[in-house]
């Protein structure tokens, strides 16, 4: 038997300036955006609340509109955390504009634990693919693609 794909919301915040946030793994050097799997007892915008709220220690009221993009990836686990074998074969991610609305200084990463960031910056969207981890790259490129299309060329 197959095992499916794990549901996955990966958000794309975005500044008045239409730069996107990205973080820097806790523990790691590698860069990303903030994601997160699907609570199958909540909607779809309630996952990206809770991530986007969780991961960068925001209150609901810090966020703006939130769009669906129409992006998705599918990717399989090229090693599979232990707490997932025989659960999932990899993650299926749909791709999300955040709107954020607070300052600098409400990004507060250590709220949340565990704390999944230990350090972020917002970066314009044509400079993220040379900054986060290069196995995230072929699946930003669509939804990276879409926001500049959609939400700074507009």
């Not at 779809?44 to 703006?64: K, P, Y």
């Amino acid at each position: 038997m197959k095992l499916p794909y794990r549901p996955n919301v990966c958000m794309l915040v975005y500044n008045p300036h239409k730069l996107l946030w990205i973080g820097e793994r806790y523990g790691c050097d590698t860069w990303q955006f903030p994601q997160g799997g699907v609570k199958s007892d909540t909607d779809l915008i309630g996952n990206v609340q809770r991530e986007v709220c969780e991961e960068l220690g925001l209150e609901l009221s810090h966020l703006g509109s939130i769009d669906r993009l129409q992006a998705t990836h599918r990717c399989a686990f090229l090693h599979t955390p232990a707490r997932w074998k025989n659960r999932w074969r990899g993650q299926e991610q749909t791709f999300w504009a955040v709107q954020f609305l607070g300052q600098d200084n409400d990004i507060r990463l250590d709220r949340h634990h565990p704390q999944e960031f230990s350090r972020w910056c917002w970066c314009p969207p044509e400079q993220v693919l040379t900054r986060v981890e290069p196995i995230r790259r072929p699946g930003y490129v669509q939804p990276l693609d879409e926001f500049i299309h959609r939400f700074v060329n507009s």
